[in-house]
């Protein structure tokens, strides 16, 4: 196991070496009498950040991408819906809207020369601006941006593929497949899985209330891991490294506990059992508790994510940055930095399953702390002698 191990890592490394090969020699030729400096925290923001399209590489000066729906709404001028293609990746405007990207401010220094009193940009780049009766971006003008963007888009593809898998699955065992018989295909590889919420982390946690939570845990298992899944795939979005889909799921968990909660819970809030002088420092700390409870599945899931993409970036972005000091250098480090790369990417399958796990677990602990204390509080093991994570 441990030589076909190797054996794939080598092919994977000898693989994105190809790919990255014609990058070097591009960065060599310089492709003309002017090449732009390469700025790596611009270029990982880029790939991390959300967007307007679908983008897989550059081909000379032509990338080439995948066009999403831009949906508009201004007091001003109605409902707009056209392709982002129409922008011509932001080099033009088009319905009277002009969508800042690099491509626009090599045309508009000036525009990029607006600056607030900090020195920060007026104007946001990949932010879609309406324009003015002179034809220049205003920022006085109110737009309503519904557009479906990259992590808008892999979002909903992530539901569908959910959906699917899972009604699949549950036609199979309608049928008798799994239960009177052994299960087959793809619900061979699932079941187990489903198993394992059920038992290590539903059960686990909430004893004999676990049936009741099944359902919201395993649906959030199942859709942070399929985000996380296809986020690795190269021209993906990035999903769960976006810090507004870790809130509405932190939210939603927060909502799942709160309901979840009885007097018991909010009697040891209010009133700790503690000495009457320590109350006043506690309870202050225990309503904190509250909220980074939720918080902390937010940050948790988000920065874990973000990273392993952030560090598989900067790897080969090192491979230009030494090829910009010495040709050799970055031929003789290319290999190392592009093992470095496919090895994070090797952890980030295994990360992508374990922040779904983590998730899951975490949610189904503050869930049975929520009625830790009631009539359910002899059947949730562990609440006796809660453990802090």
């Known amino acids: 196991m441990l030589v076909r191990s190797v054996k794939s890592l080598l092919v994977a490394v000898f693989s994105l070496s190809i790919v990255i090969a014609p990058l070097l020699v591009k960065a060599e030729d310089g492709g003309g009498a002017k090449e732009e400096k390469l700025d790596p925290a611009k270029l990982i923001i880029e790939h991390v950040s959300d967007g307007h399209e679908f983008h897989f590489v550059t081909i000379g000066n032509h990338p080439v991408s ?53 020195g920060k940009p007026l104007f946001k780049n990949d932010n879609i601006y309406a324009l003015d009766a002179e034809g220049k971006p205003s920022l006085t003008a109110t737009v309503y941006d519904f557009s479906l963007t990259r992590n808008v ?28 018989s052994a299960p087959k295909g793809f619900q061979n590889a699932i079941e187990p899985i489903i198993t394992f919420v059920r038992d290590d982390v ?26 996380n899944l296809i986020g690795l795939i190269p021209g993906s979005a990035n999903v769960t490294g976006n810090i507004g889909f870790t809130a509405m799921l932190g939210i939603v968990a927060f909502v799942v506990i709160m309901f979840s909660t009885n007097k018991h819970y909010w009697a040891h809030i209010f009133n700790p059992p503690v000495p009457g002088g320590v109350k006043p420092i506690l309870i202050p700390v225990e309503i904190l508790g509250i909220f980074t409870k939720p918080f902390a599945l937010i940050i948790r ?16 972005c090192l491979i230009f940055i030494f090829g910009a000091m010495n040709t050799a250098l970055g031929w003789g480090t290319s290999p190392f930095f592009i093992l470095l790369a496919v090895f994070i ?12 796990y983590i998730f899951a677990n975490l949610a189904a602990v503050f869930i049975g702390q929520a009625f830790e204390g009631g009539h359910d509080h002899e059947d949730v093991p562990g609440h006796a002698d809660p453990v802090v994570i």
């Open 202 to 227: 539903a059960k686990a946690n909430l004893g004999h209330s676990y049936e009741k939570y099944t359902p919201f845990l395993l649906t959030v298992f199942f859709f942070i891991l399929i985000n």
């Open 301 to 316: 899931l988000f920065a874990n994510m973000i990273s392993g993409h952030v560090i598989i970036l900067a790897f080969i």
């Open 66 to 118: 995948l066009s999403l729906p831009v949906i508009l709404y201004s007091p001003e001028k109605g409902l707009s819906a056209f392709m982002s293609s129409e922008f011509h990746h932001g080099a033009e405007a088009h319905d009277g809207y002009v969508w800042i990207t690099e491509e626009y401010l090599k045309e508009h220094k000036e525009i990029e020369e607006q600056k607030d009193e900090q």
């Open 153 to 180: 888009t892999q979002m909903l593809i992530s539901v569908i593929l959910l959906i699917l898998l899972m009604n699949s699955i549950a036609k199979k065992y309608k049928k008798g497949i799994g239960q009177t």
């Open 345 to 356: 990417y090797v952890i980030e399958i295994l990360v992508a399953f374990l922040q779904a």
